[in-house]
């Protein structure tokens, strides 16, 4: 059975930081495309990072870039990101998910991937 579990939310004010973590378990994070998604109130989820097939390179949303980062710990099977320099329009609740390496998928889609955490609430206060 697979399982993603993300912490690591809370409320914040602009300009602050924090550092979400998704715990694995059921599957190995290296033969997966993991990835962050964020979905605010009224809106549809977006991604806004993952890692390429490769594992060589990260993406990210251009609403994010330069603000957060994407990184993993294989050993532990864990997936980060670090959100720095918070907006009030990145409030939103964060999930890890994961999507099985098929070649000629989406992976902006939500719909690409297979697994998917309950999420973390990211409020930002202005």
């Known amino acids: 059975q697979v399982n993603l579990v993300e912490s690591g939310g809370g409320l914040v004010q602009a300009g602050g930081s924090l550092r979400l973590s998704c715990a694995a378990s059921?599957?190995?994070?290296?033969?997966?495309?993991m990835a962050w998604f964020r979905q605010a109130p009224g809106k549809e989820r977006e991604l806004v990072a993952r890692?390429?097939?490769?594992?060589?390179?990260?993406i990210f949303a251009d609403s994010v870039k330069g603000r957060f980062t994407i990184s993993r710990d294989n050993a532990k099977n864990m997936v980060y990101l670090q959100m720095n320099n918070l907006k009030s329009e990145d409030t939103a609740v964060y999930y890890c998910?994961?999507?099985?390496?098929?070649?000629?998928?989406?992976?902006?889609?939500?719909?690409?991937?297979?697994?998917w955490g309950r999420g973390t609430q990211v409020t930002v206060s202005s």
């Open positions: 998910a994961a999507a099985q390496k098929t070649p000629g998928s989406n992976w902006q889609s939500s719909a690409t991937y297979n697994y």
């Open positions: 059921g599957l190995t994070i290296s033969t997966y495309v």
């Open positions: 890692f390429a097939w490769s594992l060589m390179t990260t």
